[in-house]
């Protein structure tokens, strides 16, 4: 069963759109008016044939005239039912015919579209050819720039965060747009979350105040809806460190200076990582709360375009997680009985966000050691030391958010494949924002609101889609992807086995000078495919692929990136096993100073790219489009199930240079190593199976892409409860069953051998080690396909 046939009533107050029924063969709304596309009803009826003649008022019968009307009569009905036999066969074969043209055998349906082979729509009649080329060009004919351009607009002229009348108006549009559109289902899927808001009759506080407690200077904070969502709550009175962007090494480096951040606050800046990590690496370091502001050096772009005033700062929450942190690893369902649990995720000291005008006040009485060159920031006349300040310095910053429970609404639409309408292709986007929310959420609605037309209306004329498309319009984004991954905890048992891909639209323009794709390894070969077929948006005549190869630079170094924690692509892969990708553009120098602020606006973020944003968001709705294109048509997922062999081997590879100090305790990784070999045999031998089969075996296909589409859910730990630990891929999760847990407790034996744990290491190994063969076997097939001496 597909979750669409048992989704919850719509919440809203909209009414539902009347549901369609079609046929595997035709879609009734494409068959009005067309006589070759209506349904046959073929209908038994039983006649009786009136007597020949009245018996009653005649005393002599026919047969009694006629002797031999008998046998006339038995040759007369023969020949009547031998004629009404061959016409009744006739027709059948007819009908057969008919219907046998409009729908190819399985051989027809398997040609992938590109250049040298054709596709022809399976719901018609034959006709011309349509090349991939000719895909493109339909594609390219109905996107619609300027209905882009109109919603971005539209979702951008208010803050419009999660339970506000203001988002709850653009829900029903968004739910109504895809109704309009005539997709084959549209829903919206409730959750009930806590989300943390301010406190209106406690506010927020960061006060200056003597060695009593006596309030020295109040400092402002700003914009009250300005904050940091999951913030431990409560107050902290300490001096003050600064620790440039809050990461692992800067604390090292803290540490190698002999400036401890113990019980003091540390003020940190905006960039590199996220919130979330900025406050993790605090606590860990035993600070005592946290302070974010944007320096001007990460904020303020090219003299020419706009940079971020003084007196602005930058919202972001700090759960070390995605989801509900109240119900880690549950869904929020209104009927689920919460066990008394937290994320494991939220921090224990409290963090707010201040502005570089208050940050400047703070770090301008600073002592300590001078801070290293590449901490040094551009905020004017500042010396940038490390700190603590003066003993008479101290800070008390005080935050008071407190839970609220939210009804959130994702909202959903569907259009069903013909072959393989069970394999989901999902893309998504966040419809949510603390602020204005053009870049955050508002470009990402009007691609995904776009895409979802354009498909549409491609299906309509004759593009067939092998797999159904799902769009997402995602709700609570800003409070750490809450709404998708809670319906990922809620589907997750049918998920992993229908799932293929999923693309996140979410941040997609911040710029036009460097296009980035977040992704996992399977995805990678088709990005190249895709991006070196669709123009760059600022250099004529050139494909993005060449934009960014200029000067001989690898492509891959420039475009692959990780996919992030606070993108909702993460939760996708690392919790459901999900190959995800995240496409953006984004400036060469600075970052789109304006992303989570109040001033994130249309008008800022057009003005930022030079009245170019339409264009930009096009592009990236043209890559994502041919994704989707090749996601939904190929007769065989253009997953690259082959890539992760070398994955491992690179990840594997790191483990090489502490052989030596393994060896001296009696340990070994080579069974690990073992485990990465059978896994590339495994894709090896897949590889030469589907090489060598028949190239129209309808069932053969289906088990070589379940196969296929499953491999990165074959690398989520089996061996670790989701509830404690989510994300289970040993590769892009986080927790001590990935290899870079491995790896880092490994590092203990060259830099602190005391602290090196055997018995944990021996664990860890066993993890990650299963996990591998795990992968390994499942690839393999059936259990007697499976051929390793492990």
Known sequence: MDFWRAQRQPQLGVKRPPRRSYTIYRNPAEAEGDPEGLQMKVVETEETLPPL??????????????????ERWKVVVSIILMVFFVFVV????????????????PGDLLVVPNDESPFEAADKPPGPPMYWAELREMFQKYLNEEKID???????????????????????????AFASYGLDHSWTDSHYVGLQVPNWRQPNFLHRVDANGAVLEKLPLGDPQVYCPYSASGSVTGNLVYANYGRQKDFAVLKQRGVNP??????????????????ANAEAAQAGGVLIYPDPFDVLQDPRKLGLPPNISIYGHVHMGAGDPYSPGFPSFNHTQFPPVQSSGLPKIPAHPISTEVATRLLRPLTGPPAPQSWKGRIPSIPYQLGPGEPGFLLKLGVQNVKRSVMINNIFGCIEGRYEPDLYVI????????????????????????????????VRNGFQLRRSLLFVSWDAGDFGSVGSTEWLEGYLTMLHLKAAAYISLDNAVLG???????TSPALIGLIESIIRQVDSPNRSGQSIFEQMTEQGRRWENEVIQPIPMDSSAFAFTSFGGVPAVEFSFAEDSRPYPFLNTMLDTYDNLNRALYGRLPAVAKTVAEVVGHLLIKMTHDHLLPLDYWCYGDVLLQHIGRFNEYSPQLKSRGLTLQWMYSARGDYTRAAEKLRK???SSEEHNERLLRMYNVRIMRVEFYFLSQYVAVTETPFRHILHGRGPHTLGALLEHVGRLREAPETFDEALFRRQLALVTWTLQGAANALSGDVWDIDNDF
């Not at 036009?512 to 977040?518: I, M, R, V």
Request: aromatic letters at 8%.
């Open 53 to 70: 003649g009245n018996t009653s008022e005649k005393p002599m019968d026919a047969v009694t005239r006629c002797p031999w009307w008998p």
């Open 90 to 105: 006739g027709f059948l074969l007819g009908y057969v015919s008919t219907r046998g043209s409009s729908c190819p055998s």
């Open 150 to 176: 109109e919603t971005i607009r539209k979702m951008s002229e208010a803050p419009h965060p999660p339970g506000s009348s203001r988002l709850d108006v653009l829900s029903r549009q968004v739910l109504d």
């Open 262 to 279: 113990q019980g003091h606050l540390v003020i940190v800046r905006v960039g590199e990582i996220s919130y979330a990590e900025k406050v």
């Open 427 to 458: 893309v998504g986007a966040q419809r949510d924002s603390l602020g204005p929310g053009a870049a955050r959420s508002g470009v990402g609605t009007a691609i995904l609101l776009e895409l979802a037309r354009t498909f549409t209306a491609m």
């Open 512 to 518: 036009d000078d460097k296009f980035f794709a977040k």
């Open 689 to 691: 199976e589907i090489y």
